[in-house]
Structures are given as structure tokens and as C-alpha cells.
């Protein structure tokens, strides 16, 4: 029986992000890897090679679907795989993110008082108590880090939900970072389809 490559292993470094970030929130900035990685291979190589192989948060969901039986297996709705959706999505992704970075700013300029809780969709607060021991970072780095926590948690409770209802990887199919790269990839004038581009 073929070994499998270390790659397949990938998804454990999903759950040592966030095990990592219930520990001290000031390690979510961690997340920033998953989130240029992807973009720096994009602009620079012209590929969806990040998204293929390297992606540990599809790694998760394909363990948990495939390996555990958690997935339905069912197809998806064509309007969740439609083209619209899927950049309305990322519209959706980079505004959280751009509240993440504005309040954060807000933190920083002292024009706001530091907000230490953990939000799903940046709306609904969770019973989790992560608050940081005090005058250990700057309260601007504390502020990103829940915000950014926030959102890689929300990232990944709209991934299990669709993980659970159809295929295990269906979140790769509307998942923001891999329209942005295959945004890029097209401004590159070069074929994505498939996640490796072809002249």
C-alpha cells in the first residue's frame, strides 16, 4: 500500500490554528499565512497550486467528509456553485475584512475602546473568554487578532455546514480566497480551470 504524502496530514494544521488561538488570541494573526499564501503563489506562479495541494482547510473538510463519513454527499445547488454567488461571497469576505482591518485602525488611533470578543459573520458574539493577559500587545493587535480569528471562524463553520449538507469539499467551490486567486489567475491571461492553469 503507496505511503501517502505528508500533504494529506495538511488538516492539522487547521485545528492547531484554532486550538492555538483559544489558547492566546494574539496567535489568530497566524491566519495572515493562510490568507497571502495563496494570493503571493497566485501572482507570482499564475496557478491555483496553494488551492490543490496545499490547502488545509479542504484537507479538513475531504478528512472529515471522506475518512470520518460526516458528508451527505450530496450535489450542490447550481446557484451556490453559479458564478454570481461566488463573487457576491467574496464581496461579502473582503468587506469583513475590511471592517477587521477599519476597526483595528479605530483601536490603534484610540478612537475606540478595544472590543476582546469573538463574533461569527462579525455579528453574534461567542461565550468564549480569550481575554489576554493585560499590556501584553498593544490593544490594536489584540483588536485584529479577535477580528481576524472571527472571521477564519466564520470561514470554517460556513465550510463544515456545507461540508455536512453536500460534498465534503463544497466549500472550495465558493470559498473566497480560490475566487480571488482564479480572479488573478485570469488577469494572468492564463486558463484556471481545474486549478492548474494551461495555455
Known amino acids: 500500500m503507496a505511503r501517502k504524502s505528508w500533504r494529506h496530514h495538511l488538516w492539522v494544521v487547521t485545528c492547531v490554528y484554532f486550538l492555538l488561538g483559544l489558547y492566546h488570541i494574539a496567535f489568530a494573526w ?5 490568507f497571502l499564501t ?3 503563489i497566485a501572482v507570482i506562479k499564475g496557478d491555483k ?6 490547502c488545509d482547510r479542504g484537507r479538513l473538510f475531504r478528512f472529515m467528509g471522506n475518512r ?22 467574496m464581496v461579502y469576505f473582503l468587506g469583513m475584512f475590511g471592517s477587521v482591518v477599519a476597526i483595528t485602525c479605530l483601536v490603534a488611533f484610540q478612537a475606540r475602546e478595544l472590543d476582546s470578543a469573538v463574533k461569527l ?6 461565550p468564549l473568554n480569550l481575554a489576554p493577559s493585560a499590556g501584553m500587545f498593544p ?3 489584540i483588536q485584529f487578532a479577535f477580528g481576524f480569528y472571527s472571521l477564519m471562524l466564520t470561514s470554517l463553520a460556513l465550510g463544515l455546514i456545507t461540508m455536512l449538507l453536500f ?3 463544497s466549500w472550495c467551490v465558493y470559498c473566497p480566497m480560490g ?13 484556471c480551470r481545474g486549478g492548474v492553469p494551461t495555455r
Open 30 to 34: 497566524l491566519g495572515l499565512i493562510f
Open 38 to 40: 495563496p494570493l503571493l
Open 49 to 54: 497550486a496553494y488551492c490543490n495541494k496545499y
Open 68 to 89: 470520518l463519513g460526516v458528508s451527505r454527499g450530496k450535489p450542490m445547488p447550481v446557484w451556490l456553485k453559479s458564478r454570481w454567488f461566488r463573487y457576491l461571497f
Open 121 to 126: 459573520f462579525q455579528a453574534f458574539r461567542l
Open 139 to 141: 490593544d490594536w493587535v
Open 167 to 169: 460534498k465534503p469539499r
Open 179 to 191: 475566487t480571488m486567486t482564479q480572479t488573478i489567475c485570469k488577469l494572468k491571461r492564463k486558463d
